[in-house]
């Protein structure tokens, strides 16, 4: 339309006389113009009916009791069966609830810390140190939990390991079995999680502070305002956008609990306090060859994160004016 | 996570794309796999030459099947013995880089419906379940009959429960390729020099057994004044009957038979061993010793190799683990500790000698099946036996496979150490691996069997002896005690594939009694508690696994 309208005004036509144009008409006008750019994403969407939309035709195994020899067409029909097994067990409920808490934990202080950490480190004013403190942070990230879960084993171990000989000497109480007892183990698990993650998501905040105009700290300092007050009411308020969209758009994952984290670090005695929807999903369903059974609770999950992500969205547009397009 | 969501959509493309492929090209497959084995009639071995047949397989070929001679997998000694001497001519449908992916390709065939290959090797029980189940697979009963060498009748009639991985109501669907057997077996490791230390005995029963442990915990067997060791080390993590790390003979010593996690015949019906009342003796006794300090508290955290390390770094003071333990991961101790002494003994066992410890198959799951078109079955058995000779040590391979590759003779006399070649080698080649099974299919219990005899003084003669000798003293200590505990072995009787209520539930109820063990020992959840477990399991699906199970051990009977 614009286009149109420029076109007319650059021939000295008024603006406010309306071009009386069938939209197909101007589909074809535009689309003279702008086809190259249509083949130029043409890849791309293929790619994504291909590999996105298709595949999710194999979700029907849900509803089905799936035998591989047996294809698509042939499996039995059970409906709702597997929706309603996963829920039958008692297990189920408890694990849940498990990723619910564990996961929820997770994002409140996957957000907040970041944010701190971020926020402390924009005041550091040695610009070496402020570089190697944030190299230093965010090389956890690119450890696996394979690895990580190892070396957690060791620190945290009660015959000896770091952590405990740290606490027995200070505190002098006895040792904490962190990966044995239900209510530390979740601590175990969210605080790990934090401290190899808050430097790598920290980046994306320390970008926002960057973005922040300088003009404002100085018109603050002009007006006697102190660092404490620089922050609270120009850094702040200058991040909370990127905070409010990071922080909804983390709700998509309220059922994602961390598989590879949770899956080598629980062991029998915190089963109910760890076990979480992937784990068990692992060993019920992709153990034992159930692919009906495993694809059910993938869709119950995307089916939450779905309405999740949509709701989110929707706070981000409406506290901090986020819009996708 | 991300793995988790990657293996769920990969699994969906693959399906998705599987769907295409078997409308698709079903038939056009379907030619090429099977032209070489239908496409020859049957061979009558009436007397005459025997007509060359193709044969087609497919297999892993990983970086430890080694090749000389710019040979591969399709073009080497051994495809080329066979085509010679046999007239088999061995030819690879597809191949893989590893195990892993052989099987996701298996498993793939089957669902998009392309034709399988002649034989091939599984080793993944619920392929093998499906496998049978879709058809596709030969029941061999009749051929195995007919076919099969005398001494291959002898060795699976030796080992026949083995062939119950195997067997429907309607027919046998393949056959087990033999291991050692006994390899994940396991047997009591002792820091002699603790037990010099002390001045104590090893331990011959349970209470023995205690006794040594209350000395390795409160005794300061180290010797540096401080009590930070502790008496045994096992793995929790799994199960409490572990390959590495194990457990299972404190149960075995009370109950004579059933362990933790296997299924044991009872008065004629396969019972759940975990929840036999039987085992409640030996959990009790492990809740003592756990809050007398004897064992590692963090025993359910550890998984059986992590189990190992406490044992390693001189802290723990016996272990069981399989004979040849003292090669890996053992002989780490001697790393941190230069005058540490490791020795092997029996298990300790219950009063009346009662005793059973944990076995994995005999197969370690793998078994050869074939395809239901394959019509060239004898000429395979065939070939099977002449395999067998360098187990025999008859025929053709008398000395090993083929010479110049896994041995050279020198002065009549065959050497098996390829850096003493006459032309050294850095690195042997690897011929056992060129066969159809992945590996030189063994005699079960032969080589515990050898050791025996060398430990009790007998002179290497054969080759399979002469193989064995050239280990160290203690192994072969350990495998002759292996040997000697061979009645206390407890094998997994059932051997079917899993039952229906065992794959919707039975990952909840071992859950369940892993959690329900591990709380017992190591928590104040109290002994009695047991009796709810079994009530629970019982109550929870268990009688219907149970019920299952022994449907399927009818039919095999």
Redesign the interface.
């Given at each position: 339309m614009s286009v149109v309208l420029l076109e007319k005004k650059d021939e000295g036509i008024p603006v406010q006389i309306p071009v009386q144009q069938s939209r197909l008409d101007r589909f074809k006008k535009g689309f003279k113009r702008t086809w190259p750019l249509h083949v130029l994403i043409l890849p791309a969407f293929i790619l994504t009916i291909l590999?996105h939309y298709?595949?999710?035709?194999?979700?029907v195994?849900a509803f089905q009791d799936y035998?591989?020899?047996l294809?698509?067409f042939k499996s039995e029909w059970v409906g709702l069966t597997h929706f309603r097994?996963l829920f039958m067990?008692e297990?189920s409920v408890n694990v849940i609830w498990n990723t619910l808490i564990i996961s929820v934990l997770k994002i409140s202080f996957g957000v907040s810390v970041p944010v701190v950490f971020a926020l402390l480190l924009n005041e550091v004013r040695n610009i070496g140190l402020k570089r190697s403190i944030q190299t230093l942070v965010y090389l956890p990230h690119f450890l696996s939990w394979v690895i990580l879960g190892?070396i957690l084993?060791d620190v945290l171990?009660?015959?000896?390991g770091l952590v405990n000989r740290v606490i027995t000497s200070l505190f002098g109480i006895d040792p904490i079995?962190f990966?044995?007892t239900g209510n530390w183990f979740r601590t175990t698990l969210v605080v790990s999680d934090i401290w190899k993650e808050f430097g790598f998501s920290a980046i994306v905040y320390l970008a926002a502070i960057a973005g922040i105009n300088p003009s404002l700290y100085e018109a603050a300092e002009v007006d006697g305002a102190t660092r404490w007050k620089q922050i609270l009411h120009i850094t702040i308020p200058g991040m909370l956008p990127i905070i409010v969209v990071v922080g909804t758009l983390q709700l998509g994952?309220i059922l994602?609990a961390?598989?590879?984290q949770v899956f080598n670090?629980y062991?029998?005695?915190v089963?109910?306090e760890g076990?979480i929807i992937?784990t068990f999903?692992?060993?019920?369903a992709?153990?034992?060859?159930?692919?009906s059974?495993?694809?059910a609770i993938?869709l119950f999950k995307s089916v939450i994160s779905f309405g999740m992500v949509v709701y989110s969205y929707r706070l981000a547009y409406k506290y901090a004016n986020y819009r996708v397009w | 996570m991300k793995y988790k969501k990657g293996i769920i959509r990969s699994s969906i493309i693959i399906l998705i794309l599987s769907l295409f492929v078997g409308c698709g090209n079903g038939s056009g497959n379907n030619n090429q796999a099977t032209n070489g084995a239908t496409g020859n009639p049957p061979v009558a071995d009436k007397g005459g030459e025997k007509l060359p047949i193709t044969l087609t397989t497919a297999r892993p070929i990983g970086s430890d099947v080694i090749f000389i001679n710019g040979e591969d997998i399709t073009n080497n000694v051994h495809n080329k013995w066979a085509k010679d001497t046999l007239g088999i001519e061995i030819k690879d449908l597809w191949t893989t880089a590893d195990n892993t992916a052989y099987h996701t390709k298996l498993r793939l065939a089957l669902s998009t419906n392309e034709e399988l290959p002649d034989v091939f090797v599984v080793q993944d029980r619920s392929l093998v379940a499906d496998l049978i189940a879709s058809g596709k697979v030969m029941d061999i009963s009749e051929a195995y009959e007919q076919y099969a060498s005398e001494r291959l009748k002898g060795l699976y009639g030796e080992f026949s429960e083995a062939l119950n991985q195997l067997k429907t109501e309607n027919g046998l669907y393949g056959l087990p390729i033999f291991t050692s057997g006994d390899g994940t077996n396991p047997v009591l490791w002792i820091r002699q020099d603790w037990l010099d230390t002390l001045k104590l005995e090893a331990p011959k029963t349970i209470e023995d057994f205690e006794k040594v442990m209350d000395a390795f915990t409160n005794g300061d067997p180290d010797g540096n004044g401080k009590k930070d060791t502790i008496g045994f080390a096992f793995s929790a993590r799994e199960n409490f009957s572990n390959w590495m790390s194990d457990a299972s003979f404190i149960f075995g010593a009370y109950s004579g038979k059933a362990i933790p996690g296997s299924w044991t015949e009872i008065d004629g019906k396969l019972k759940l061993g975990s929840v036999l009342p039987e085992m409640k003796p030996g959990l009790a006794k492990m809740k003592d010793w756990a809050a007398k300090g004897y064992l590692d508290a963090e025993s359910p955290i550890l998984d059986p190799i992590k189990a190992t390390e406490s044992f390693i770094q001189g802290r723990a003071g016996m272990i069981a683990a399989p004979s040849w333990s003292e090669g890996w991961p053992l002989n780490g101790l001697y790393s941190t500790n230069k005058d540490a002494k490791i020795d092997v003994y029996p298990l300790p066992v219950g009063s009346d000698g009662k005793s059973a410890r944990f076995m994995n198959t005999l197969n370690e799951n793998k078994v050869v099946v074939f395809n239901k078109n394959f019509k060239n079955i004898d000429r395979f058995f065939e070939y099977f036996d002449k395999i067998y000779d360098v187990v025999y040590e008859t025929g053709d391979f008398k000395y090993g496979y083929f010479e110049g590759y896994d041995y050279v003779l020198v002065n009549g006399e065959p050497v098996y150490d390829s850096k003493k070649f006459p032309t050294p080698l850095e690195k042997g080649p690897t011929p056992s691996k060129y066969s159809l099974f992945w590996n030189t299919p063994e005699i079960p219990l032969k080589g515990s069997a050898i050791a025996n005899r060398l430990y009790n003084g007998a002179t290497p003669t054969t080759v399979g002896e002469k193989k064995a000798a050239t280990q160290n003293e203690v192994t072969i200590k350990a495998g002759s005690i292996n040997f000697d505990l061979k009645a206390s072995n407890s094998p997994n009787q059932f051997l079917g594939a899993p039952t229906q209520t065992m794959r919707s539930k039975g990952e909840s109820l071992d859950k369940m009694i892993l959690e329900t063990y591990a709380r017992i020992v190591f928590t104040d959840k109290s002994i009695d508690d047991f009796d709810t477990l079994v009530k629970d399991w019982y109550d929870k699906g268990g009688q219907q696994i149970e019920d299952e199970v022994n449907t399927w051990y009818q039919s095999v009977k």
């Open positions: 590999f298709v595949p999710m035709l194999g979700l195994i035998k591989p020899w294809g698509f097994n067990f297990d190892g084993i171990s009660i015959n000896g079995f990966l044995g994952n994602n961390g598989f590879d670090l062991n029998p005695l089963y109910r076990d992937d999903v692992y060993r019920n992709l153990l034992e060859g159930n692919f059974f495993a694809t993938g | -």
